[in-house]
């Protein structure tokens, strides 16, 4: 079987700002294989290499960034070093970290549509999409206005319209709950949900909130350095909040509430969600 | 109410060539040294709001006034004075060429002197661990780190008032504690600070009121522990419970009081409580 995603021994650096200047490896020797279907959260501090590895998968590093890749990229079988991002649209999908750097459209419908249309769809199923990505991230009432009009969060959520119409095999998320309302948190975690059930997508996401990584990703890595230093399910890591601080990782509430009481009362509680949570302590308390 | 800082009268507001109003009517009083978060969904118009309070949007009806006088016919320049703002978004506030240039650019405008403003740079630059890269060019820094650069900016001017939007956003977890331990010393300090959240746990733990906004209108304005009680609000605000505020909630008919804000205090409660069953039960005093 394809591997949604294999990387093998990679290191990348960014063109140094000067000749000369020296280029870093952001990306120092990261091995990852991800089949199909699986939800990987990516963690990690500020400038551990978490960004850098979604412009790897999508082929954006290096083919647009400049600077030196070493080892290999591949996703759903193809080597981004032999594919550029072109070749990619349909296979990888890429939320960026700031939607505004992807809205470039006079219109809600026309920035959905123009990775479509650049896809050669027929209209129809152009039309079809559109409705069905606008349904499905609630932008029904904005279609026709202009996307710098929107707020922060129907901004994000059109970028991601945009990005799953496109129907991607893999989508590289960065931070894609970042400025969105809780509601609309729920509303696009759903949507993704859906979309790993129905059609097996693969999600990779950057992601700092630490909640909506403990309620839906079932593998979880932390960076530091450009390269993996844990890795597990949430649930495991999230219980080893020594680990996880000091490699500038934040613990969802529910977790942080069961380690702290096992050191309070010596007890052995693991739990992530509040039902979990609200089961175990009323037994606790008798 | 005595002396607010900040004061919003019957506020309209509509964006050039849209017909439905952003703000509709709305009144606010900040009263000076509160820490108040403003939440709501996307597009409520929490940061149509903000904008006025620094000038960057005036307002087509009704009136704002700043540290007591209105802020019509005052610059955005002279209102930076008494209001620091952080933008939702990074780029749209950094333009210098270096990071330390870029701090010292707002306490330069407040006229003060090159020792002082120096003393404040390197100040901010340490409490945001930004002295390694003072002299990179910020467009060069990651998400994260543009994102300490503007809150160093910030804490360089020293205003009385901050209004900060979304600024945990592409933060980590020292970030975060970092940006909040400055926060919290700035409330110690008398200073005034609206923060725009989407994130109710941050909201619950370190503000005094939590105002909720719904199509340019507040519909509740509470302490926390009171705001989080209340069903129809949240769901009319699109607003969810922290995860502690929810288990607290929870946990009532086992004899928990429900208004946890903080994992240490829920834990805190739920260790005596726990105690408290074991020990002996006292016999009741007669109720009086």
Redesign the interface.
Known sequence: MTLAIQIEQARFAYPPLAPGQPAPWVIDGLDLALGQGEWLAVMGASDAGKTTLCLLLAGLAPYLTGGELQGRVTVAGRDTADHPPPALAGVVGLLFQEPEAQLFNPTVETEVAWGLENLGLPLPEIHSRLDEVLALLCLDQVRQRAPGDLSGGEKKRLALASVLAMRPSLLVLDEPMGGLDPAGQRDVLDALSGLRRDRSTTIVMTESDPEAVAAFADRMIVLDGGRIALEGTPRDLFHRPGQLAALGVAVPQMARVAVTLNEKLGAAFSFTSVDEARQALAVYLG | MADPILEAQGLWFW?AG?QAPVLRGLDLAVPRGEFLALV????SGK?TLTKHFNGLLRPRRGSVRVDGQDAAGRSVGELARHVGYLF??P?QQIFSPTVRQELAFGPQNLGLSPAEVEARVDGALARFRLSDVAGS?PA?L????RR?VTLASLAAMDPPLLVLD?PT????????AETFGWLAELHARGRTIVLVT????LAAEHADRVVAMRQGQIIASAPPSELFRQRGVLSQA???A???V??AR??IP??MRGDSRS??S??EE??A??AG?AAPRQPREPEL
């Open positions: 964006y849209e709501g969904a996307n597009g940061t939702q978004n780029e060019p060069i990651s998400y994260g780190l300490r979304e956003v592409g933060l980590d977890a020292p970030g975060l989407h994130d109710m746990s699109s607003l969810v922290p995860p502690v929810a288990l929870a946990l086992l004899g994992v240490e829920f834990c739920y260790a409580l726990l069953r």
